[in-house]
């Protein structure tokens, strides 16, 4: 089993940076991918960015080029990172890690982010 653990979250002005991080423990070797996901007020949840045990990396048209996403693997614990940088007020949301494996999906509890002036 899986155990995905969020952090990073808070509250950030229009243009600033946050980094979130996100550490998977327990059958770290049955890992496909890592991502992020966020969900606001009303809206369905959506993919943010991935990234795969290769490496290989995926963005939302929303997010490319102002969010990035990467890894450090480690003995027992894989840490995925996603900095954002240019945060806008519609990334306001809460945003979800999940750890893919080949039969199911590990989701962390989901860290705040909010920008606002």
């Known amino acids: 089993q899986l155990r995905v653990v969020e952090s990073g979250g808070g509250l950030v002005q229009p243009g600033g940076s946050l980094r979130l991080s996100c550490t998977a423990s327990g059958t770290i070797s049955s890992i496909n991918s890592m991502g992020w996901h966020r969900q606001a007020p009303g809206k369905q949840r959506e993919l943010v960015a991935s990234i795969s045990k290769y490496g290989s990396t995926n963005y939302a048209d929303s997010v490319r080029g102002r969010f990035t996403i990467s890894r450090d693997n480690a003995k027992d614990t894989v840490t995925v990172y996603l900095q954002m940088n240019s945060l806008k007020p519609e990334d306001t949301a809460v945003y979800y890690c999940?750890?893919?494996?080949?039969?199911?999906?590990?989701w962390g509890q989901g860290t705040q982010v909010t920008v606002s002036p």
């Open positions: 999940n750890a893919a494996t080949r039969y199911r999906d590990s």
